[in-house]
């Protein structure tokens, strides 16, 4: 009912009028059943509130009528009366359409509507992008991970295009459109540059064998060149890594699992992703182990539960969200998914800069850094590193060799032209 979510009389008879208007209380109950934050459902009723009032105004008055088209024109209708910065406004219309998966997943739930491909995102370049994402699944077989990394690069690129990403436009794209958005993406990091360059290269060249462009545009492309342990690896000493655990909140659930989350990572210098993907089995109370799974072609390792770890984890599990899900790591607001890679990076940046520990690069990769580094500093064995953090061989350990300056200072060699 409405009224989980809502007193006001007057908000209630809003809902609850027009074509959706009947449908909103089982929307509502939609929301309890799966668990939702009030204000998160609250958010997503009020988007389907708006778009309730736009099939009002479309003078919309039959349920069968209702379907995705519809979707693309009220967004333009509620985005123009939207007040806000571009980054708030997009962020607004994909709110919104994540409102509208829900409501459209919902009354097909019911039997209201015929089921359909209600969770498809439409937009005025799906003509374009649908295709290329099929190819990337279907022909390319990548993981659905890196088509959406891939699709999220692309959008960047459609969105400067603007009016340009129409069938009529794209046939005649130039090259120095092109090149324009590469030299905007020059102050981002060598890595993101080279990984949007790599997907331009490919749509493009998709593109071109599709008919959408005249003209391979793919060699407009400038390859980004990288040199095998061309990098310094940066990490933080151990003043700033207290820091960071010190910025966590630890009265809240989501606090209690950043906590656990960064100390694990502190501890062990595992990957964010390795992080995500450790199950509650993986963990061996009894024998006080744990186990780290394997990745990039590593070794998976089995290491002792360190003491300040495994009680972070058991506070955290205390309050763990129960489901069917067996990773450790779980969203802390409904639907209770588990983490991602990508989620515990963010979750890493956001107390690095909370902290105010700056580094060129922010993420979980840092913590990582930072426990070779250390480990090195304190004359563990290169082979014990290498254990530790899953390399199968011992030359990727190497680059760590690199920031040990102490060592690094007694085989320097004496400049040409000091005297000694």
Request: net charge positive.
């Amino acid at each position: 009912m409405l009224e989980t979510y809502y007193e006001d009389k007057k908000t209630l008879a809003n809902y609850r009028r027009g074509l959706l208007g009947p449908y909103f209380d089982g929307f509502a109950d939609y929301f309890t059943k799966r668990g939702y934050a009030q204000d998160s459902a609250q958010g997503m009723i009020k988007s389907c509130s708006k778009f309730n009032t736009f099939l009002i105004d479309q003078g919309i008055s039959n349920i069968r009528f209702v379907n995705w088209p519809l979707v693309e024109p009220f967004l333009d209708v509620y985005l123009s009366n939207f007040r806000g910065t571009s980054g708030n406004k997009h962020k607004a219309g994909i709110d919104a359409k994540c409102a509208l998966n829900h409501l459209f997943a919902h009354l097909s739930e019911i039997g209201v509507l015929q089921p359909e491909i209600h969770q498809q995102v439409f937009t005025r370049y799906s003509w374009l992008m649908e295709p290329y994402m099929k190819h990337l699944c279907e022909e390319r077989e990548l993981t659905r991970v890196w088509t959406q990394t891939i699709q999220n690069k692309l959008t960047l690129f459609l969105e400067s295009l603007g009016d340009q990403a129409s069938p009529e436009m794209m046939k005649v794209l130039r090259a120095e459109v092109i090149e324009e958005f590469i030299k905007k993406n020059l102050e981002n990091s060598r890595d993101n540059l080279r990984l949007m360059a790599s997907a331009l290269r490919g749509f493009l060249r998709f593109c071109f064998r599709n008919g959408f462009t005249d003209v391979d545009l793919s060699g407009v492309i400038p390859s980004i060149p990288q040199y095998r342990l061309s990098s310094l690896p940066r990490g933080m000493n151990d003043p700033v890594l207290k820091r960071i655990l010190h910025s966590v909140p630890r009265k809240t659930p989501s606090g209690l699992r950043d906590y656990a989350i960064l100390l694990l990572m502190m501890a062990y210098g595992i990957r964010g992703k390795r992080a995500s993907e450790l199950l509650l089995e993986d963990i061996h109370w009894d024998r006080s182990t744990i186990r780290i799974r394997s990745m990039k072609g590593g070794k998976e390792v089995v290491l002792p539960l360190l003491e300040p770890v495994g009680e972070a984890i058991l506070q955290y599990l205390r309050h763990r969200p129960k489901n069917r899900f067996r990773e450790v790591f779980l969203w802390s607001r409904a639907p209770f998914r588990s983490l991602t890679g990508l989620a515990i990076s963010q979750i890493a940046q956001k107390y690095m800069v909370k902290a105010n520990a700056k580094m060129s690069r922010s993420g979980s990769s840092t913590f990582r850094h930072s426990w070779a580094i250390r480990a090195l500093a304190h004359d563990t064995p290169m082979k014990a590193i290498a254990d530790v953090l899953g390399h199968r061989y011992l030359d990727t350990t190497y680059i760590y060799a690199k920031a040990d300056l102490k060592t690094l200072r007694q085989v320097a060699m004496p400049w040409v032209g000091v005297i000694s």
